[in-house]
């Protein structure tokens, strides 16, 4: 059985930090590049950032750019997306989704999708 299932989300005050873990089973996790999507109320799912299969390329959307940091632990089959410096504007349900190989940005061509983790930034 196919599984994604993320954690770490929660209430944060502007300026700090989460980790989010996003933990694979059921398919082949060294194949797949992990993406992170997120979706606000009211508005489109959007791609946040990913990180290849095999090299470990990195990608990010320009507003998190300097403040997010993902990586992947392959032994752990586990991706995780650190975040800084957090802003009101980040609040949303965070997904991951995993694509074959490479990363894509357009949420259609995942083949997997985790269940999501609210991330709410306030003070």
């Known amino acids: 059985q196919v599984q994604l299932v993320e954690s770490g989300g929660g209430l944060v005050q502007p300026g700090g930090s989460l980790r989010l873990s996003c933990t694979a089973s059921?398919?082949?996790?060294?194949?797949?590049?992990i993406g992170w999507f997120r979706q606000a109320p009211g508005k489109e799912r959007e791609w946040v950032s990913c990180?290849?299969?095999?090299?470990?390329?990195?990608y990010y959307v320009d507003s998190v750019k300097g403040r997010f940091d993902i990586s992947r632990d392959h032994a752990e089959k586990t991706v995780y997306l650190q975040m800084n410096s957090l802003k009101p504007e980040d609040t949303a349900v965070y997904y991951c989704?995993?694509?074959?190989?490479?990363?894509?940005?357009?949420?259609?061509?995942?083949?997997?999708w985790g269940e999501g983790t609210q991330v709410t930034v306030s003070s």
């Open positions: 989704a995993a694509t074959p190989i490479a990363c894509e940005t357009e949420f259609f061509k995942y083949d997997y």
């Open positions: 990180i290849s299969s095999q090299d470990g390329s990195t």
């Open positions: 059921g398919f082949t996790f060294d194949y797949y590049a």
